[in-house]
């Protein structure tokens, strides 16, 4: 299947490393003009290196206020990928409250803040556009040491939902893809020890985690007109892990 984003711009966040650089990167193979948002500049400088096209925006989305000056001037956008996360593991009973703000302002408020940017400029023109969130299959499966992160997934999974909603009467589709288990400086965080990983491909049926590419894919097929009739869906990228 050809998918072309020639004359689209596109918008990705956490765009810095792993699922939200390779995302960056494809969506310029297939010739977006992409607009890279994320918080540490020298991830920006590489991924210039690797595609000189790409525009850079240095900003801690977690920040309102410097978001919305950062994001001012970045032109109309067609696509958007909000990927931008943290993830802080924590037991249940040993989460702190900064730990819960810290984790809420950018995995659902940013999300929230930035489409609501971006979808304003889409409704004003009135030439539609396509979303994807990333979220998890944390957030429709408990997972242990994970509750803020999973509380967090399970709210954007709603927003995705409410977006798609209200955004639908503009031709604004909104999706989510939630992938399992990919082994970015994320994944890597939460899955390294091979004790715990084996706990956890023994209950995918596919028997393994994801790899990058794999959600990139997926993430390209909901932004892309392939996908026109699709909306307000949470999209497993999970080897079966959430059929079972
Ligand atoms: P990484 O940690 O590898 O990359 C996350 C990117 O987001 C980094 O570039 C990071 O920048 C950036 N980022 C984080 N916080 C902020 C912030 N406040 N402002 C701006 N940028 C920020 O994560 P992944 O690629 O693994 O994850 C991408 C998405 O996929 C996330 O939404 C995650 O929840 C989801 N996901 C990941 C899974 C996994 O196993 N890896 C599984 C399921 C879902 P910096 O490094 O400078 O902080």
Redesign the pocket.
Same mark, same amino acid.
Request: net charge positive; with cysteine; glycine share 14%.
């Given at each position: 299947m050809e998918i072309s984003f020639r004359g689209k711009h596109a918008l990705v966040?956490? &765009?810095?490393?792993?699922?939200?650089?390779a995302t960056a990167l494809a969506l310029a193979r297939c010739g977006a003009e992409v607009t890279a948002?994320?918080?540490?500049q020298a991830?920006l400088d590489s991924l210039l290196q690797e595609c000189a096209s790409i525009r850079p925006v240095c900003?801690?989305?977690?920040d309102w206020g410097a978001t919305e000056a950062a994001l001012q001037h970045v032109g109309p956008i067609d696509l958007l990928v909000n990927?931008?996360?943290?993830?802080n593991l924590q037991p249940f009973l040993e989460v702190t409250p900064d730990k819960f703000d810290q984790a809420f302002s950018?995995?659902v408020k &940013?999300v929230l803040h930035v489409s609501q940017i971006v979808a304003r400029g889409m409704k004003a023109r009135g030439s539609g556009g396509s979303i994807v969130n990333?979220?998890?299959?944390?957030s429709q499966c408990a997972l242990r040491d994970h509750a803020v992160y999973c509380a967090t997934?399970g709210a954007l999974d709603m927003l995705t939902k409410v977006m798609a909603l209200e955004l639908g009467p503009h031709q604004i589709r909104v999706n989510s893809v939630?992938?399992?288990?990919?082994?970015?400086?994320?994944?890597r965080l939460?899955?390294s020890d091979p004790e715990k990983s084996k706990t956890m491909t023994s209950r995918i049926p596919l028997g393994r985690f994801a790899e990058v590419e794999d959600?990139v894919n997926s993430i390209l097929f909901l932004l892309s007109d392939k996908s026109n009739m699709t909306n307000g869906v949470t999209l497993p990228v999970d080897g079966g892990f959430l059929a079972c």
């Open positions: 966040t956490g &765009a810095g490393k792993g699922i939200g650089r948002v994320t918080r540490t991830d900003v801690d989305l977690s990927n931008a996360a943290c993830a950018v995995n &940013a990333v979220s998890s299959q944390a997934k939630n992938p399992t288990v990919v082994m970015t400086e994320m994944g939460g899955w959600v």
